[in-house]
């Protein structure tokens, strides 16, 4: 008997289990049992009224009838004991599962009844099914309802708002959500400090010039690169060489795809390397005036080596025999022939 009452409880569940409904528990299965098994409850009349006893416990005749103890005049079992609530006298002790009972009364009684029409075992868990560790048995909310809100697979309650930009002041690398960033001004540290100085030790040399406006700081080797060369291509004209600041990768670049040599000076700047740093080219005439606008301050820099009392060679070309140089002993900018063997000193850019 108790096997077949188990297989008529679960095929049920087990079927409106696998409906449509993902929301589908034991808890709304629970409600249509309790819908189809209510509370057996009945009017009493004033004076004598037979009713049966239908719990599947036994209970103590006086806690039965406690809620309408004032209105017994008084309660017969079968064999003729009895419960006289005036007397305080319960000659019937416990009641019995569908035995029968007289009980007369002072007045009527509206929706009496003894038990719950079916007791359901209760079962703690998640109960909303929007959680993302619903529990389709869970009969009762016991708190444990997990949400992952933007389907991230962290839980909401473990979730942590921060920045995610590693380049932001405020990078949080325990942070989940994206929250709010905040960034340093243009040039500036995020302690309000200026990024670069002239003279800072930076990118394997000193910082010569600062461009704020493009956010570039232009480094200069602190040693010659080794030996003197020629600035190469004596009777070619490269022809696309320039004076200003910021050209040199592009000077260095012309000169050697034309020259095809390694006996040429924009050559060994672009072989130069400093530790793992190799983007190094041959300045153009400005940056190699700027050196030397600032050849002090890179001069007190510790490991700097000064540069010589003698001509520089820049990538700005002059014609197809002639380059610009410049002359760190007068401090000024000099026209040499290309086939000149003379210093060369590397720059490099920083973008920040």
Known sequence: MKKLLHTLLLFPLMAFGQSQDPCYSLSDYNELTIQANPTLVRDLSPGWNMLGYPCSESTDAVAAFAEITDKIMILKDNNGATYWPEFEFNGIGNLIALEGYLIKLYEQVSGFSFCDGIVLPSAGGCVDCQAINFDPWATTDDGSCNYDTDGDGI???????GCLDVEACNYNELATDEGACSFAQ????????????????????????IDYEESKAYVVAD?????????????????DTYDAIGWSEANSQAIVDACHTSDCAAYQATEYYRGEINDWFLPTISELEKIYEVRELLSAVDGFDPLQNDYYWSSSEVDLDHAKSFDFYMGAETTLRK???KPVRPVRVINF
């Open 223 to 239: 040693e010659d690169v080794t030996n003197i060369f020629s600035w190469g291509c004596e009777g070619l004209e490269i022809g």
């Open 155 to 161: 839980y909401d309650a473990d979730e942590i708002e």
């Open 339 to 341: 086939y000149y063997k």
């Open 186 to 209: 243009e040039g500036y540290d995020c302690d309000g400090n200026l990024l670069y100085q002239i003279g800072d030790y930076a990118g394997g040399g000193i910082v010569f010039h």
